[in-house]
């Protein structure tokens, strides 16, 4: 769900790029909108690194 929609970009996509160009008119809506979508992409960055962690001790 961290790329719905997907048509004409994946919307996490397009917030990023507003966000990396200077965020100029950004409203509060619009961080929620771009920390909901990118909660899922933090989510499995973090779950990534710690099963490898989890699995290089073992």
């Known amino acids: 769900m961290g790329l719905a929609p997907f048509r004409p970009e994946p919307h996490i996509l397009g917030k990023l790029r507003w966000v990396l160009g200077g965020a100029a008119g950004m409203k509060l809506v619009d961080w929620g909108d771009f920390l909901l979508h990118?909660?899922?992409?933090?989510?499995?960055?973090?779950?990534?690194?710690?099963?490898?962690?989890r699995n290089k001790k073992a």
């Open 38 to 53: 990118g909660l899922p992409w933090v989510g499995l960055l973090g779950y990534g690194i710690w099963y490898l962690k």
